[in-house]
């Protein structure tokens, strides 16, 4: 098993910037690919953003190509997402999600790759 404990949402203007964090235990960090993903209702779960195992290969979706950044630090079993120039459209609840797979990126883009989810992060971007 593996718990996920995402942090660092809230609100802020459009244009700023927010730094979400991503705890995980009970497995060895360094041999999970970790993902990003965001939720808003009536949509389906949109991929934003995936990291290999040893922070050496990521993957963005369309949504976060030049304005987020993902990445980790094994030593403190965390990944982040370095969100900039926020805008409305980016307001969703933010969900790190994990799985132990050795897999190229692109594997993780769908909701069915990852075995272990977090309970998500709230972030309001205000017009």
């Known amino acids: 098993q593996v718990q996920l404990v995402e942090s660092g949402g809230g609100l802020v203007q459009a244009g700023g910037s927010l730094r979400l964090s991503c705890v995980a235990s009970?497995?060895?960090?360094?041999?999970?690919?970790m993902g990003w993903f965001r939720h808003t209702p009536g949509k389906e779960r949109e991929f934003v953003s995936v990291?290999?195992?040893?922070?050496?290969?990521?993957y963005y979706g369309d949504s976060a190509k030049g304005r987020f950044t993902i990445f980790r630090d094994n030593a403190i079993n965390t990944v982040f997402l370095q969100m900039s120039n926020l805008k409305p459209e980016d307001t969703a609840v933010y969900y790190c999600?994990?799985?132990?797979?050795?897999?190229?990126?692109?594997?993780?883009?769908?909701?069915?790759?990852?075995?272990?989810w977090g309970q998500g992060t709230q972030v309001t971007v205000s017009s």
């Open positions: 990291i290999n195992w040893s922070g050496h290969s990521t």
């Open positions: 999600a994990a799985d132990p797979r050795a897999a190229s990126t692109t594997d993780f883009v769908g909701i069915n790759g990852y075995e272990y």
């Open positions: 009970g497995r060895t960090f360094s041999r999970l690919a």
